[in-house]
């Protein structure tokens, strides 16, 4: 069996990568090199010059990732970016903002705040408070978004999808569209769909809500379509 030792980093300093049992950082430190370890717990200014893999990943503070990482959990208290892609097989907990440089994989996603993605997301859960900005695909088997700042996304699909908004429109938002809290994509897709607050071009599913604020292009149903008084819809075919 490999024989790992423990990295600690108190105040300002560095270390190599390498393969290593716990990593704890304190203040600011930079690990040069791809990092294999079995938990990572930053709190502070942590800059990896390298990859990152570990069983369980903790971030109070900000964290730089230049490589890819993977992780079975990942808690993120704070701001953390990553270079390339990321996978975390259970959980991934944003209290914060995180932003990925490729694409996400995850088996549950919990956003309170904010993220960013510049290629697809994949999952079975996405629960969002607060909002994201996804440049490819976001599919999930189930997808909850309740928004307090701007969410978009190319595509979206999912067995359930929820979009819901948590807060009116404030005296900013009126003046400054973009700061809005709305969801806009090209396309969304899935078999339980009730929106609000949403722009996009294409919906499509089996039972469709189309809530308060929505503008959408398209809808194709197959049982039953439903919308508010006040949603905006360019046409609409039962399928």
């Known amino acids: 069996m490999e ?8 105040g300002i300093g560095r270390s190599q990568g390498g393969s290593y049992s716990h990593v704890r950082t304190d203040g600011m430190a930079k690990i040069n090199g791809d990092t294999d370890c079995i938990s990572l717990d930053n709190n502070g200014t942590l800059t990896i010059e390298g990859a ?7 971030v109070n503070g900000t964290a ?11 808690i993120l208290d704070g701001m953390a970016t ?4 990321a996978v975390c097989q259970e959980l991934l907990t944003v209290n914060g903002r995180l932003s990925i ?15 960013k993605t510049r290629d697809d997301v994949q999952c079975e859960l996405l629960s969002v408070h607060g909002g994201f900005s996804i440049d490819g695909l976001l599919n999930a088997g189930l997808i909850d978004v309740k928004m307090n700042m701007p969410c978009k996304a190319q595509e979206i699909g999912g067995e359930s999808i929820t979009v819901r908004r948590l807060k009116k429109i404030s005296v900013i938002e009126q003046f400054v569209p973009v ?27 089996n039972d469709v809500i189309i809530g308060k604020g929505c503008k959408i ?18 046409a609409a075919y039962q399928i």
Not at 82 to 85: G, M, R, T, V, W
Not at 101 to 115: Q, T
Not at 183 to 197: P, S
Not at 217 to 234: F, W
Request: net charge negative.
């Open 82 to 85: 990553i270079k390339e892609h």
């Open 101 to 115: 440089g490729g694409r996400l994989d995850g088996e549950k996603v919990e956003v309170f705040g904010i993220l």
């Open 52 to 58: 990152l893999q570990s069983e369980t990943v903790s």
């Open 3 to 10: 024989m790992r030792s423990d990295l600690s980093i108190s």
């Open 64 to 74: 730089t990732v230049e490589g890819a990482l993977k992780a079975n959990r990942m």
């Open 217 to 234: 292009g398209r809808v194709e149903y197959k049982n039953q379509l439903t919308r508010d008084e006040d949603a905006q819809i360019g």
């Open 179 to 205: 700061l809005s809290a709305k969801l806009q994509a090209h396309t969304i897709e899935g078999d339980e769909i009730y929106l609000e607050h949403t722009e996009a071009e294409i919906v499509r599913g």
